[in-house]
């Protein structure tokens, strides 16, 4: 069983940066992507970016593209998300997942390994 376990949230002004963390426990090949996902109050959850763990080969959404990275220490086995640039709609509650491809990344319904979340607000 696939378990994953986020921190680094908190509160940050526009035009800051914040670092989320996921460890990741009980990971199979079959659930080779770790990556996170975004929901706002009143939004549906989407994809931010994954990382596939076999290479290291990242994965970013357009929508934060140029602003956040994501990263993999193997040694840790802990995901990381470098967000910089912040800005007031990039609020929401961040979710780490585990998938095994980018397709099932993109649809949070086919997601069956999910993170408590974490909370991320940016104030303007």
């Known amino acids: 069983q696939v378990q994953l376990v986020e921190s680094g949230g908190g509160l940050v002004q526009a035009g800051g940066s914040l670092s989320l963390s996921c460890e990741v426990s009980?990971?199979?090949?079959?659930?080779?992507?770790v990556g996170w996902l975004r929901q706002a109050p009143g939004h549906e959850r989407e994809f931010v970016g994954a990382?596939?763990?076999?290479?290291?080969?990242?994965f970013i959404a357009d929508l934060v593209k140029g602003r956040f990275t994501i990263s993999r220490d193997t040694a840790k086995n802990t995901v990381s998300l470098q967000m910089n640039s912040l800005k007031p709609e990039d609020t929401a509650r961040y979710y780490c997942?585990?998938?095994?491809?980018?397709?099932?990344?993109?649809?949070?319904?086919?997601?069956?390994?999910w993170g408590q979340g974490t909370q991320v607000t940016v104030s303007s």
């Open positions: 997942a585990a998938a095994n491809d980018v397709a099932t990344m993109n649809a949070p319904k086919r997601i069956r390994f």
């Open positions: 009980g990971r199979t090949s079959s659930n080779n992507l």
């Open positions: 990382i596939r763990w076999s290479d290291g080969s990242p």
